[in-house]
């Protein structure tokens, strides 16, 4: 890459081509070296608020340009509202359903086309099982979230969609357990993978090239949502999601809310798949930050580097033990009251155990093993943020993305 450490500094924050933009409006940019760009893939490990991952089908959403296009990042105020979706104007009958590609806990998603225009879609199918409980609530925030944010790494929410009454089958039958209402449909961008089913294919390794493309766009997607004050609070695998020209968008953000740094009241901590839940929250804590996000951004980056799941726990006291056995026991010195949160007298280990992500992890790049450090470090105040950790060495080192991009497009298996 072309800039020493001075000129480099903010260069992925600052102006030029294929660069993050984050310079207010009237404002002139801070110029640095180019970054290039490409990047991979999309199946399934799936769960929502469950102890450990499960698997689903293949996955869903979009097929952009032939390489990620520019990756300007806007501050709030500048949020393009213009490009909301539109809600409710039409019905499920403008698509045509071609299979059902994933089933969660809140409804069918199914890859789709539009009859008018032939354009793939996904369709994600809300579950109204029980009338008592009204709409989810998850599916309120992620409508009322993905209709605020519009960028190249989070999952374009194109239209909301109803179906004039209660759907049947060939018997005339409802499919819904629903005799009196219709459905309703959120139509996204349709994506060829997501990320757990890349990885869980048979001899699948990723690349040094596709590993720092892929956690490129997680970082600056996240970064993004960040910025304009929410929070994820479920990023693992089987929720980013890839085109074939090796595109990453982050999905599913039923589990995510806005925040804003002067609220006080409590967030549940019972968020976040358990494999990739960062320590404050299995301590009990109900005052977080983004920092949550960035702990499972550090576990899917060690994933895709050790070539399967971390911290791969089967219930809250296994994993933070697996936590304490890796990233060792805290403490007051090391992370100032820890000691006093609601659940540590109850989790805290025997006897105390060391830092050893440097022993676990000796064969990573230097660079790799400096930037996961700082991601899983327990102490949520110290750990590095998205926007620091797009500027990390490991990015600027030589074998960053130099790679051509038909090596980072993603081929049909054989």
């Known amino acids: 890459m072309a800039a020493g450490a001075t000129s ?30 490409g990047v ?69 998603v199914y890859m789709a086309k539009e009859t008018g225009t032939n354009e793939i879609v996904a369709l994600k199918k809300i579950r109204m099982d029980n009338e008592r409980e009204g709409f989810p609530i998850t599916a309120i925030r992620e409508i009322k979230i993905l209709k605020k944010l519009h960028h190249q790494n ?17 018997q005339g039958r409802s499919i819904d357990g629903n005799k009196y209402k219709g459905s309703i449909y959120m139509v996204f961008e349709y994506m060829d993978h997501d990320l757990t089913g890349l990885a869980d294919r048979p001899g699948m390794r990723f690349t040094v090239p596709q590993i720092k493309c892929y956690m490129k766009q997680l970082l600056t997607g996240l970064h993004y949502c960040h910025v304009n004050q929410v929070l994820h609070r479920d990023i693992k695998g089987s929720n980013l999601l890839i085109d074939n020209e090796g595109n990453l968008k982050l999905a ?34 109900t005052k977080y930050n983004p920092a949550v996000d960035m702990w499972s951004v550090g576990c899917i980056f060690a994933e895709l580097l050790n070539g399967k799941p971390i911290l791969p726990g089967k219930n809250e006291p296994e994993q933070l033990t697996k936590i304490f056995e890796l990233c060792g026991t805290p403490d007051d010195t090391i992370w100032p009251g820890v000691t006093k949160m609601p659940w540590y007298n109850n989790f805290k280990p025997h006897r105390p155990l060391k830092r050893r992500v440097k022993d676990f992890f000796k064969h990573f790049d230097r660079h790799a093993l400096d930037l996961l450090e700082k991601m899983l470090t327990l102490d949520p105040s110290q750990r590095i943020s998205a926007k620091d950790a797009l500027d990390a060495e490991y990015f600027w080192t030589s074998r960053a993305m130099s790679a051509a991009v038909n090596t980072l497009r993603i081929r049909a298996p054989r």
């Open 8 to 37: 480099r500094s903010r260069s992925l924050l600052g102006g030029g081509p294929g660069v993050l933009d984050l310079t207010p409006p009237g404002q002139a940019p801070s110029h640095g070296s180019s970054f290039p760009h």
């Open 40 to 108: 991979h893939g999309r199946d399934s490990r799936d769960s929502r608020a469950q102890s450990y991952p499960t698997r689903f089908g293949r996955r869903v959403v979009a097929s952009p340009p032939l390489v990620p296009a520019s990756m300007a990042v806007a501050v709030p105020g500048q949020l393009n509202l213009d490009e909301a979706p539109s809600w409710g104007s039409r019905n499920v009958d403008c698509f045509e359903k071609l299979e059902q590609i994933d089933e969660g806990t809140y409804g069918q």
């Open 154 to 170: 989070v999952i374009k929410l194109k239209e909301i969609l109803t179906s004039p009454g209660p759907e049947r089958d060939e």
């Open 252 to 285: 599913d953000f039923g589990l995510a809310r806005s925040f804003s740094s002067d609220h006080n009241g409590n967030l549940t901590n019972r968020v976040i798949t358990l494999w990739y839940r960062p320590p404050e929250l299995l301590l009990g804590s």
